[in-house]
């Protein structure tokens, strides 16, 4: 359960099913060089309960997505333009890491739950597409 009530069936609009604007680059001048375009139900109403969610990431060169994690969810992520470094790391005892450069139209998954970074390893800008089980 997200928190979100249901809306009245009666009101429902295209508009709940539909999101525009994932095309348009954010401002990636912050002090670690990355911003996140999320699409979750605060964004598209058409989500809520589903379980499912996307963003957008922009990344400028060298930017950064700080080691992490999603308990409730997976996370797979195409890159669109650009190199970017990936990974995470395994659970304990272990805590092997998995890691890897991508470069456009490459795929990555994060596994429920472990720890995983993103760091833009090329001389341009980022852009890539995650999406979450929750």
Same mark, same amino acid.
């Given at each position: 359960?997200?928190?979100?009530?249901?809306?009245?069936?009666?009101?429902?609009?295209?508009?709940?099913?539909?999101?525009?604007?994932?095309?348009?680059?954010?401002? @990636?001048? +912050?002090?670690?060089?990355? &911003?996140?375009? /999320?699409? #979750?139900?605060?964004?598209?109403?058409? %989500? =809520?309960?589903?379980?499912?969610?996307?963003?957008?990431?922009?990344?400028?060169?060298?930017?950064?997505?700080?080691?992490?994690?999603?308990?409730?969810?997976?996370?797979?992520?195409?890159?669109?333009?650009? @190199?970017? +470094?990936?990974?995470?790391? &395994?659970?304990? /005892?272990? #805590?092997?890491?998995?890691?890897?450069? %991508? =470069?456009?139209?490459?795929?990555?998954?994060?596994?429920?739950?472990?720890?995983?970074?993103?760091?833009?390893?090329?001389?341009?800008?980022?852009?890539?597409?995650?999406?979450?089980?929750?």
């Amino acid at each position: 359960m997200n928190g979100k009530f249901c809306k009245d069936p009666k009101l429902v609009t295209p508009n709940d099913f539909s999101f525009e604007g994932l095309h348009i680059p954010k401002n @990636t001048s +912050n002090p670690i060089g990355f &911003t996140v375009t /999320p699409v #979750n139900v605060e964004q598209l109403p058409g %989500l =809520n309960t589903l379980g499912i969610s996307m963003v957008r990431f922009d990344y400028a060169p060298n930017g950064l997505n700080p080691p992490h994690t999603h308990p409730r969810g997976t996370e797979i992520q195409v890159v669109l333009e650009g @190199t970017l +470094n990936v990974g995470f790391v &395994t659970s304990f /005892p272990d #805590n092997r890491l998995f890691s890897k450069v %991508l =470069n456009k139209g490459d795929v990555f998954v994060f596994p429920i739950g472990l720890v995983h970074f993103q760091n833009n390893v090329g001389g341009t800008h980022v852009v890539a597409i995650a999406s979450l089980s929750s």
